[in-house]
């Protein structure tokens, strides 16, 4: 009962005018920096954070709370209607939302998208008003072998589960982790892998340029030579009607999905240094486990776009539990609204909940709101994103040439990254003639410099002994899954094998 | 594109063998007292890579992979033609970006793509090529305090007329 005062007095404080002006204006800013390629909610918050300065402390991180909140839904935006996931956790939104786009039902991808983000975020608000402080000891027992087996599972949804190649499968997973371990080695400090010696490697390869060349240049190639030139304009309904009815089909093929990646992403989303990026694969791997009609993951399945969708959300909103709890930043961008807090005199940890009670539950009792404003205002703006889809394909083929070249120099401002998008874009449309697919790639880049250094931490703390992946309570029983996965497709060709002659 | 597929396995091997070459120069193996060498991540990835490609080849060889068992061209003339039009567009648009800026370059990007490609109007080419990188220009260096390439000296005079508005 004490938890439901202090979240309603916490409501209250967010729907103060102040406060739900600002959590408006944050949601739609939010927004449009997410559906912009390239900008996610890290530059959104980094860019605003000196205008929090103007208002109360409460006021302000409930203003950058509502941006991060937006442009985890914007985020879909870009991957349903360019086809470029404008940030690494709205890769796997592309796998089903953009050929939804492409049959011309990109108004039911976006809703779907819309209310599963809405979903995700309500059932995370949901778990962290209730069980904030045991959630907070659950993620600290995650130790490196246990983050390690949590990266390995979320490789092997990709083995275990894709019909594609297994061999070009296998191969994109290791191209991205080899891409992503370009640079320095993290723990040494020694530089690896810098190719030809060209010192702009020195920088490392970072997941916009992988993922921004292989959708927004390479895709595209793609798509205008599969097309053949006849692809004049897509023409997706819209009307009231169509949304209500797209809105129900939604809720009725998207609520598995939902409901996995409602869960699942908070769980991933609040151990540190994991995130929203596995959490969305892991919930788009599950969804198409246990769904009956797998074979519609990959051709524009609404479950496949509500999966990862809910999972993002939900772990958006999961990420900053370990940050208010325990003061540690579960991703990027809670790490700047960490640095703001520090910034307006508040300290992160244990404490914050005893002695900041009115600053957290007004917090908390924005991300409710905010997640309201969130579902409304990109309702409201769907018609907008959907206009951009009747563009006539040759004015959308090179404004999202331009896109993905301004964006991508925004997100990097390196010359050096552009060429390589276009190298990258290149590569990626050969590659894709012979059917390799190429998300692995891009997700491993995200997932390697988490994978790589909890890898050699836990072998460092087993004396090389790999059974720790086994012995450990939470990381064996994640290692066993993990591993049944990815020697699953062996399985299948040996029982294939072995049925004729029986 | 079945040769093509061999070809490209074969490439993707020698890549394969050059990352575990440059991943050579830091150590390989486990180092008592302080875990697996800086290049034990990337070395044995990379050898997993070339086993792949090695799977890749052998399934071309039974031929079980799809483009294994088509006999159709890789690319044919339209569409090694639309990768020059198309692709050869985006290599001079960012080289064009270090001349004439990131605005400028957009601009004759959209006008090249829009008007040559696209046989859009005047009417449509003319506004979408200026307006654009203007919009843009205010975005970027304007709301989101990012600066672009701004080319060579001699897109000086310009840049300073849209800083002035801005600042």
Known sequence: ????????????????????????????????????????????????????????????????????????????????????????????????????????????????????????????????????????????????????????????????????????????????????????????????????????????????????????????????????????????????????????????????????????????????????????????????????????????????????????????????LPMLTLGIPGSPTTAILLGGMVIWGLTPGPRLFIDEQEFVWGLIGSFYISNVAALLINLAFIPLFIWMLRMPFTILAPMIFVLSIAGGYAATRDMFDVWLMVIFGLGAFFLRKFDYPLAPAVLAIVLGPIAEPTLRQSLLLSSGDPAIFFTRPIAGPITVVALILIFLPLFKLLRRKKSPQT | MRLGEIVTAGVLALLSIYFMWKSSELPIGYISGTGPGGGAWPFWLSAIMLICCGMIAFNWWRGTSPPSQSEEPMLDAYGWRMLALVGGGIIVFVGLVSVISMYGAIAVFLLYYTRALGRHSWTVVLPLSFITPIAMFFFFEGAMRITMPTGMPFMDPIFDIGYEIIY
């Open chain 1, 1 to 320: 009962m004490e938890v439901l005062a202090l979240l309603g007095s916490g409501m209250l404080l967010a729907l103060e005018p102040l406060n739900l002006a600002l959590i408006l204006i944050g949601v739609s800013v939010g927004l449009f920096i997410g559906a912009m390629p390239g900008l996610g909610s890290v530059n959104g918050v980094a860019i605003l954070l000196p205008v929090t300065f103007l208002v109360p402390p409460s006021g302000a991180i409930i203003f950058l709370a509502a941006i991060y909140y937006g442009a985890m839904y914007g985020g879909a935006v870009s991957s349903v209607t360019l086809g470029i996931p404008g940030a690494s956790t709205a890769v796997a939104t592309t796998f089903d939302g953009r050929p939804l786009a492409r049959q011309g039902r990109a108004s039911l991808a976006l809703v779907t998208a819309a209310l599963a983000s809405f979903v995700g975020g309500t059932v995370a608000n949901l778990l962290f008003t209730g069980f904030a402080p045991l959630l907070a000891n659950v993620a600290l027992s995650f130790g490196p072998p246990e983050v390690f087996a949590l990266m390995l599972l979320a490789f092997a949804t990709f083995v275990g589960l894709g019909g594609d190649d297994i061999p070009k499968t296998i191969f994109s997973i290791c191209f991205g982790l080899v891409l992503g371990a370009i640079g320095f080695d993290q723990i040494s400090g020694a530089p690896r892998l810098v190719l030809f010696d060209i010192n702009g490697f020195l920088q490392g390869i970072g997941f916009l340029v992988l993922a921004i060349g292989v959708y927004g240049i390479g895709e595209m190639l793609w798509t205008i030579e599969q097309t053949r030139g006849e692809v004049t304009k897509m023409t997706p309904k819209m009307t009231v009607k169509g949304m209500a009815a797209d809105t129900k089909e939604a809720a009725k093929r998207g609520w598995k999905g939902t409901a996995i990646g409602s869960f699942l992403g908070f769980f991933v989303g609040i151990l540190p240094a994991a995130g929203a990026t596995p959490g969305s694969l892991m919930s788009y791997g599950v969804a198409k486990m246990v769904s009956r009609t797998p074979e519609e993951f990959g051709k524009g399945s609404p479950d496949g776009v509500a999966a990862p969708e809910a999972a993002n959300n939900s772990a958006s909103t999961g990420s900053m």
